[in-house]
């Protein structure tokens, strides 16, 4: 509320007596500041004005405080400013719909059109809310400073206090959903460790516990208001220990684990390089454990090659979202340091504030200046379309053709044009001969509910094949083969006879073949059971009681050649 008194500052700048009972941001008592002084006196005089958090001010005499107008961004900052922080909200929207149409596609389509997962739904998620954190404002267009000095604060205006949360929540959610995916992606690459139900119960809890534990400490020792453009963001008292550093952690060790999970790649793809050898293709035993020691370089790098083949657009996703955070908290935190700085040692603005006052607040004229303890608007620009692009690229990568497929068949089902589909391709008495491949007349019902079978051309006997009757008489008695080896057996002794093998008569000078040994006593031959030849092929003929030259001898190349 302001107070009916004369303003005793130069132009621009305003008396803040006129406004003592200001509600906008967080009222805090500092140290005011003597602009004749080179350094902030160490303790405060007797009238020294409670400063509210958010105002620049200064003291120029006792008792007086000149503060600069409200919104502080568009005195340091051309015109072009607003516009483009009016870009990066229509961006940001842009991404919002973008996410929005994710979230729809992975809830009522089916996962064959989707190929939806857990990591890449609830990433998504905090990109929407993040993005949010810039369409409220946008949708609201709210007043940014609750007086001509003093900008909103989220006590004063639930809009700036709605936007500020849910870019705080979106911007933490964001980091540890990246953080996991990267981790999940790491477990399973380099540590062959399946990911499964208990991964994703501590992923859900740590994905959005440790978000809403951050954004309490942070609303709480914090708090959010108007800092620069439409959105607002937090204030700098105590951020740095509440938001800055653990987000900062969190991401930084997201980019380590990526960063560490391409240094495996690498080392697995050279060393599949060097190993050249042909047994390296799979002519070993095959390995029954799941340790990355026991698998060759070249195994190694074709699994590593078909988890990069199928996890490549979430690796992306994580690199842009932690390197948008990171570059985000730095920007802001120098900001930050920067405004910190100056209300602390008034000489570093005061070439700035003499152009000011000389120029009677034509602030164009005094850019130059303002600029030289300001962070660029190209900067600014980018971080804040970096962003709102969050939700594009997620359409980009996690965005598949099928999805406007499963779209475009679920708007038929529910205008009842599925089954006219259907019956205008498909009839009854349909012949194999009408497809070129007859997988696609089997598959023909895969995009609809209704299965359509053909009629079966093959006529069965009217025989009931399933009675036992039917078996008995069709079924013959199995009998094992004399060459069958699935039972143990006893050795037999065999004689070598010439005449019933297909080794040659032996010249008049080879030596003569060997006696047999005579039969165990404990397996005595019977003498009414003839000896029964052994076949021609067998392969015991010549390796049993024949020496190393007579298996040799026995062997037949012009058979094992008709073979």
């Known amino acids: 509320m302001a107070v009916n008194m004369a303003n005793l500052c130069p132009p621009p700048f305003y008396d803040a007596r006129l406004y003592p009972n200001s509600k906008g941001c967080k009222t805090i008592l500092s140290l005011a500041l003597d602009s004749h002084s080179a350094s902030p006196s160490t303790t405060p005089p007797a009238n020294t004005l409670p400063v509210v958090d958010g105002r620049l001010c200064q003291k120029i005499a006792d008792g ?33 719909l973008c996410c929005l149409y994710l979230l729809l596609s992975w ?27 810039f369409v409220v404002p946008l949708a609201a267009r709210p007043a940014q400073c609750y007086d001509r000095i003093t900008p909103h604060g989220m006590r004063t205006s639930s809009v700036c206090g709605a936007s500020g949360a849910l870019l705080i929540l979106g911007g933490w959610s964001g980091v540890m959903w990246a953080f996991l995916r990267s981790l999940s992606l790491h477990l399973q690459i380099c540590w062959q460790v399946s990911v499964g139900r208990p991964f994703m119960y501590f992923a859900q809890a740590a994905g959005w516990g440790v978000p809403l534990i951050g954004i309490v ?13 439409t959105i607002c963001h937090i204030n700098h008292e105590n951020s740095l220990a509440d938001l800055w550093v653990p987000l900062l952690i969190f991401a930084g060790i997201t980019v380590i684990t ?21 047994s390296t293709e799979g002519s070993g ?43 985000f908290s730095v920007i802001f935190v ?37 600029s030289k303890f300001v962070v660029s608007q190209a900067t600014i620009a980018s971080v804040l379309l970096l ?8 359409m980009f990568l996690l965005g598949r053709r099928s999805m406007l497929v499963g779209w475009v068949d679920l708007f038929k089902s529910l205008l009842g044009r599925g089954d006219a589909k259907k019956k205008e391709f498909v009839s009854v008495d349909a012949r194999l001969d009408t497809k070129a491949d007859s997988r696609s007349y089997e598959m023909l019902s895969r995009e609809n509910s209704t299965v359509v079978t053909p009629a079966s ?39 070598w006879d010439v005449q019933q093998t297909f080794a040659s008569p032996r010249g008049p000078h080879s030596p003569p073949p060997p006696t047999p040994p005579p039969p165990p006593p404990s397996q005595p031959r019977s003498p009414q059971s003839p000896r029964s030849p052994r076949s021609p092929r067998s392969p015991q003929l010549g390796f049993e009681t024949g020496t190393r030259t007579d298996k040799y001898e026995s062997m037949n190349p012009l058979a094992m050649n008709r073979i």
């Open 64 to 96: 007086v405080f000149c503060c600069l107008p409200c919104p502080l961004a568009e005195w340091v900052y051309p015109d072009s400013f607003r516009t483009i922080s009016t870009v990066a909200n229509w961006t940001a929207a842009l991404s919002a």
């Open 107 to 133: 809830a009522l389509l089916p996962v064959d059109k989707t190929h939806r997962h857990y990591l890449s739904i609830c990433l998504t998620g905090a990109v929407f809310l993040m993005n949010m954190g």
């Open 217 to 229: 400490l942070a609303l709480v020792f914090s708090g959010v208001s108007f800092r620069f453009g």
């Open 258 to 278: 990526t960063f560490a999970t391409f240094g495996y790649c690498v080392k697995v793809y050279l060393a599949s390089l060097a190993d050249s050898s042909a």
């Open 285 to 327: 035993l095959p390995s029954y454990t799941n340790s990355i020691r026991t698998m060759t370089p070249r195994q190694a790098y074709r699994r590593v090659k078909r988890v990069i083949a199928l996890q490549w657009r979430g690796i992306a996703i994580v690199l842009i979202i932690a390197a948008d955070v990171i570059f």
């Open 334 to 370: 120098f900001q930050d340091n920067i405004v910190d700085s100056v209300t602390k040692d008034p000489k570093i603005a005061e070439s700035w504030v003499l152009c000011l006052i000389g120029s009677s607040g034509d602030k164009n004229k005094c850019l130059k200046e303002a």
């Open 387 to 394: 962003l709102g692009l969050n939700g594009i690229w997620l």
């Open 457 to 495: 051309a093959v006529h069965y006997s009217p025989t009931d094949r399933k009675t036992a009757a039917y078996h008995e008489q069709t079924a013959t008695r199995y009998h094992t083969p004399s060459r069958s080896f699935s039972a143990p057996r006893s050795p037999i002794q065999r004689s």
